[in-house]
């Protein structure tokens, strides 16, 4: 019986008679990223019900086209967070959930483009098991995650939940035109931290393991299965430094002995950029992290990443080698110009148009009547009223669910954050709802994401603690400077931002965080919070207290001191949208009003500046004034005490 040859030497070997007496040959390979689409298949903002060239596949996919053009031999990947993000993506998951064996509509969307491959993302998981292993089984590309694992109960990593990579045998050309087999192979790896962040959706079904690490452990075995290249898929962004078990990994992925490209994301931020240019090794011109090209292709579809390798092939050794390596983004939109810079593929719309038609119709249901406009233009410097809402909804809604049982005297707090704030999201990533007719797509407006309502229980000292860690949101201001000062530390996402209603309190800035940004007691003396108080008095750091918030926080989402999962009293089914429009629906009428439970410490003699949007000047607070209008779009206030 004839024995197969094994896939490496098979390759080789055709690899060795496609040259011949050529001599070593050079092929130009170009990889081409988007990440984090969040369902933007369009660009349309369904937020405010209109259209924008700012984000969106349709745009993507022309970069995509065009890219191709320039280059015979491309491969396109997708870096997760694809399907959650807006109305649409919670349509076909919640809404009018999609048929058996039915595409996504960004599947539809993609289907077009043709990717060779997809990895997961965090967000993949926010609508449960059933529903990604449905999405994925009708993919019209195959799905790599290579770290997370089956739960079988010993909470170690054991059978893969996923395909954990992929080694492709895709025809290449030379730079003369001839064809040759190259073996790529394509490993995805996602945040561990998801058995947290969805652990209402995971525990018990899935463990994930250290990110590098599995990286070590697998691309090995690619190599010796005949992979020619690595392309390493991960949905981790971009730091300086590494701790096993970390969120954000791509720096040291380029450490790792046969990986050739990492395909960055999960950050909302672009690489090659100037965000990036004090990581070690970094070399934002080339678009090289250790000399290895990595990408982080933005969000929403604003940017597609493109990496350029010239591979050699060595005869003797018989392998291909990565002979130099660049790295590029280019965006759809110019933020100064304030234009598209290109033109929509008219085949995405129409691949989705069903999906964008009742997304459409679905955000437009009237929910109740409101008296005032709503934004959160300043709601990281005053108590803000999109922010009081969620909290007003969330204290109903855990009240009303705990009123039969053994916490029913106990007196409920609510965390909720500022979510469209600005920052990474652009200058058009503000609440802004108009009087009126309150609708669906206001509420999703004021909670972007499909949390579900949970409540936790803690101490007076823990209540302190939680905002301690909040206050982080601020840099430290030097009391005794006359020029402006940035407040907001825009590497500190607004989401982690949580207010407390129920007790009142000030943020002292001019002392130092206490917390670092990775949420570890770094100053231990430190306090920002000052006259902490509830019910007009000090709070007894003794007593018990119920803190509604939402399953990412209450499970250890953005590390706050005391919440591991261990102190969640509710874990209720209903997202926090529904109980908002529940809420909403039995006022029938919906007055926005802060009640001004927490405020900066003033500073005499200090100036402030804080950035938000041109828009925000409709809504000046006191003592602030416009500064002035910057080209990426933000605008800059100062504010005085």
Do not use: C
């Amino acid at each position: 019986m004839h024995k197969p040859r094994s896939f490496k030497k098979y390759s080789a070997l055709m690899t060795a008679m496609l040259l011949g007496a050529a001599g070593a040959q050079t092929v130009d390979l170009r990889i081409l990223e988007t990440t984090d689409l969040h369902t933007n298949a369009l660009g349309y903002d369904y937020y405010q019900d209109k259209p924008t060239g700012e984000f969106g596949f349709e745009y993507t996919a022309t970069l995509v086209k065009q890219a191709r053009g320039e280059k015979r031999n491309t491969l396109l990947y997708d870096n997760g967070d694809l399907i959650q993000g807006n109305p649409l993506g919670d349509l076909v998951a919640r809404v009018q959930p999609l048929g058996a064996g039915q595409l996504h509509p960004m599947h539809a969307a993609m289907r077009v483009l043709k990717y060779d491959a997809g990895n997961l993302g965090n967000h993949e998981f926010n609508y449960g098991l059933p529903f990604l292993q449905q999405v994925l089984a009708a993919a019209p590309m195959p799905y790599v995650s290579a770290n997370a694992y089956k739960d079988d109960g010993t909470g170690k990593p054991g059978e893969n939940a996923f395909t954990p990579y992929l080694i492709q045998r895709k025809v290449v050309y030379d730079t003369e035109g001839r064809p040759y087999v190259l073996n790529v192979g394509v490993i995805g790896l996602l945040p561990p931290q998801i058995v947290n962040w969805d652990k209402a959706n995971l525990d018990g079904k899935i463990v994930t393991a250290d990110i590098v690490e599995t990286a070590r452990k697998f691309v090995p075995q690619m190599k010796a299965q005949g992979a020619d290249i690595v392309v390493a898929i991960a949905h981790s962004g971009i730091t300086a430094d590494y701790q096993p078990g970390q969120e954000n990994v791509a720096t040291e992925l380029t450490k790792v002995d046969g990986i050739d490209v990492v395909l960055s994301g999960h950050s909302h931020q672009e690489f090659p950029g100037p965000v990036y240019k004090s990581i070690p090794g970094a070399d934002i011109t080339k678009g090289t992290i250790n000399g290895k090209p990595v990408v982080m292709a933005g969000f929403w579809g604003n940017d597609l990443g493109v990496v350029d390798l010239r591979l050699n092939y060595d005869r003797r050794a018989q392998r291909w080698t990565v002979a130099d390596g660049q790295a590029a983004i280019r965006p759809i939109w110019d933020k100064t110009a304030k234009k598209s810079l290109v033109t929509p593929d008219p085949r995405i719309a129409q691949a989705v148009k069903g999906a964008h038609d009742a997304t459409l119709a679905y955000v437009r249901g009237k929910v109740a009547d409101l008296t005032a406009p709503i934004n959160s233009y300043w709601a990281l410097v005053q108590d803000d009223p999109s922010v009081q809402l969620v909290s007003n909804a969330q204290t109903a809604y855990v009240k009303a669910a705990l009123a039969n049982t053994e916490y029913k005297d106990l007196p409920v707090l609510s965390a909720a954050a500022p979510f469209k704030a600005g920052g990474r999201g652009g200058a058009s990533y503000y609440t802004d709802i108009p009087a009126g007719t309150l609708a669906i797509k206001n509420v999703a407006d004021l909670y972007v994401y499909p949390n579900t309502v949970q409540a936790v229980l803690v101490n007076g000292a823990g209540v302190g603690e939680w905002l301690e860690r909040a206050a982080g949101q601020f840099k430290q201001i030097d009391p005794t400077k006359t020029e402006p000062q940035a407040l907001v530390d825009d590497a500190f996402p607004t989401y982690n931002f949580d207010i407390l209603d129920g007790v009142t309190y000030e943020i002292d800035v001019t002392q130092p965080s206490r917390y670092d940004s990775k949420g570890q007691l770094v100053n231990e003396g430190a306090h920002r919070i000052r006259n902490l108080q509830y019910q007009g008095k000090p709070i007894d750091q003794g007593a018990r207290f119920v803190i509604a918030t939402n399953n990412y926080r209450a499970s250890g989402g953005g590390s706050f001191p005391g919440l591991d999962g261990k102190n969640i009293i509710l874990q209720a089914p209903d997202e926090t949208r529904q109980a908002l429009i529940s809420f909403f629906q039995q006022q029938k009428t919906v007055n926005p009003t802060a009640d001004g439970n927490w405020k900066l410490t003033p500073i005499p003699g200090a100036t402030l500046l804080y950035v938000s949007s041109p828009n925000a000047q409709k809504s000046l607070p006191a003592g602030a004034t416009l500064l002035r209008t910057r080209e990426d779009g933000f605008a800059e206030y100062t504010i005085k005490f």
